[in-house]
């Protein structure tokens, strides 16, 4: 899912990685493509995931996890990086989901599961701040039901601002005409997809086969 939204990021766009999944696209941003990527704790130009061995214990991105800098790329205050996303200066924010409706609702910072805090971190400002919202997410939950719904079940973080979600079986475009799938993995079909997706979904005229390259965990 990382390395196909990858893909979509274009030359010199300046991109924020949310927490978990969305970090892990700048490792895979096709060769002599310049991509900034931004992250809320303070670093533009966010590079890969280390090499195992030289992880530098200083450098984290907003998940915690070890990153490495590009040549060029620096360090500023959290209320600097904040800054850029409210001052609508990222042109995308790839984010996690629990929930994305039909309308291109975002439900993202809370289950409401008493044994988890909810940990809305900066997932307000990425929602309103950034020029465009794509979502990364598994297509249903660990019980098998849909997380693209019509309406969103939890806690709104903001409506309408998802305008692709990237998912382990598709990418689907949310229009204001609707829902229109792009890509499916190979072996699946529309039908199959319906069965696992709440509202309505179209098949774009220029769909394609989603197939992956072969990538190390």
């Known amino acids: 899912m990382a390395w196909r939204a990858a893909q979509d990021l274009q030359e010199g766009a300046y991109v924020n990685l949310g927490i978990g999944m969305p970090t892990r696209a700048a490792s895979y941003v096709p060769d002599g493509r310049e ?45 600097d990086a904040f800054l850029m996303i409210r001052g609508k200066h990222l042109d995308v924010s790839l984010l996690g989901a629990f929930e994305v409706s039909e309308q291109g609702d975002l439900a993202n910072w809370t289950t409401e599961d008493p044994s988890f805090p909810p940990g809305v971190g900066g997932a307000m400002d990425l929602a309103v701040g950034a020029k465009e919202i794509r979502v990364i997410m598994d297509h249903t939950d660990k019980s098998g039901q849909p997380r693209i719904l019509n309406k969103c079940r939890l806690p709104l973080t903001a409506p309408g601002c ?30 199959k997809l319906q069965e696992l997706t709440e509202p309505k979904l179209q098949l774009a005229n220029n769909w394609q086969a989603l197939s992956p390259p072969a990538i190390a965990a």
């Open 35 to 79: 991509v900034i990527f931004h992250s809320e704790n303070g670093i533009l130009g966010l590079g890969p995931k280390p090499e195992p061995g030289t992880e530098d214990e200083n450098l984290i991105d907003a998940g915690k996890n070890y990153t490495t800098l590009i040549k060029g790329g620096v360090f500023m205050h959290h209320a």
């Open 162 to 191: 998802v305008k692709r979600i990237y998912t382990n079986l598709a990418v689907i475009d949310v229009t204001e005409q609707g829902l229109f799938v792009r890509e499916m993995v190979e072996g699946m079909t529309l039908e």
